[in-house]
């Protein structure tokens, strides 16, 4: 039983070691070193925590109407160009397709009925099937939103960004944001055009996009690095604090000796910001998300919200900087 739990422990701290990333060790190296020149004791590192759970999709995804028309009805309006499209979304392949294509699927539907409403196909129309076309198509123009949003919501690709099974960047894969920003413009181009009939939608651009999102959790990542950052920079705020208090004698506490926070802290905030302004522009650009995602990102999307990570870890960058300031005005 004790070798039992031996091994259990061993494979714990097996664990915590290999999932120590290069940005973790820096700061702690920068904070020790801090501690050092401050001729105080470096506090034990605290654990920044987790992310929160992102919501589960019945708490994200919103109900759409179930459209049922006799095929003799929907034979009516086959000058539309809408029978292929609903025995396509009406297979076996329709009914397992991923949200994205279906996001196709019904844009795609709208587009048609749509074109078909305002041409003059609707004058040939009998006046029942010019009411049902009248009444699908507002239907549908009324639904596209709320199925773009739940595209997006009900996607692995989007919904693995947020797992919480991630750990901090490294500072050489900041460069991660360059190569997935494409990826969330490209959304937010898609439900901003969706109206438009000029914009046409490429299923195979959407998938390469989302095959980027899918490559790793960025969203998570840059989270964690941010409040990671931010626990490691109060503790050196503490530090410098405490030696203001205390300190009446600079001559054995040059700032010239003060080692200033990573340099990759400045590439962290610029990033991140990159990515949740673009985050928030596509959220922005859906219709009103349920109350649980709405939560979720006050809580940890903002780039506003003070206790959300991006917004936290500027405020205690700050700080620091300003009680580096304050030290070397003292001690210089």
């Not at 959304?187 to 055009?193: E, F, M, S």
């Not at 050196?236 to 000796?257: N, V």
Request: aromatic share 6%; hydrophobic share 35%.
């Amino acid at each position: 039983m004790r070798r039992r739990a031996y091994l259990v422990l061993l494979l714990a701290g097996w664990l915590t070691a290999c999932s120590d990333s290069e940005s973790a060790s820096e700061l702690a190296g920068w904070q020790e070193t801090l501690g050092k020149a401050l001729n105080q004791p470096a506090p034990k590192p605290r654990q920044p925590g987790n992310i929160g759970d992102f919501p589960q999709p019945r708490a994200l995804l919103q109900e759409t109407a179930d459209v049922r028309e006799g095929m003799l009805n929907i034979y009516a309006l086959r000058r539309c160009g809408i029978i292929n499209l609903i025995a396509q979304r009406n297979n076996q392949l329709g009914r397992v397709a991923p949200p994205s294509q279906r996001w196709i699927y019904e844009l795609t539907l709208w587009r048609q009925l749509d074109s078909c409403l305002t041409s003059d196909l609707s004058n040939d129309l009998a006046e029942e099937d010019l009411q049902r076309l009248q009444r699908l198509t507002a239907l549908k123009t009324h639904e596209l939103p709320i199925v773009s949003y739940n595209t997006l919501v009900g996607s692995e690709e989007w919904t693995g960004s947020f797992s919480r099974a991630s750990s901090p960047l490294d500072p050489s894969d900041f460069s991660a944001v360059t190569i997935q920003l494409p990826a969330l413009r490209y959304l937010l181009n898609a439900v901003t055009h969706q109206f438009d009939h000029q914009w046409q939608p490429d299923s195979a651009q959407l998938e390469q996009h989302l095959k980027q999102l899918r490559a790793r959790p960025l969203s998570a990542q840059l989270m964690r690095t941010l409040m990671l950052a931010t626990t490691r920079l109060d503790e050196g705020s503490a530090l410098l604090s405490q030696a203001l208090e205390t300190t009446t004698d600079c001559s054995t506490q040059s700032s010239a000796t003060l080692p200033v926070p990573p340099r990759w802290l400045d590439d962290l905030e610029r990033q991140s910001l990159r990515w949740f302004t673009t985050m928030d522009e596509l959220l922005d650009a859906h219709i009103a998300a349920s109350t649980a995602l709405q939560q979720y990102r006050r809580t940890w999307l903002s780039i506003e919200a003070p206790e959300a990570p991006l917004p936290h870890f500027q405020r205690a960058y700050q700080h620091h900087k300003r009680l580096l300031h304050t030290f070397h005005q003292r001690c210089n």
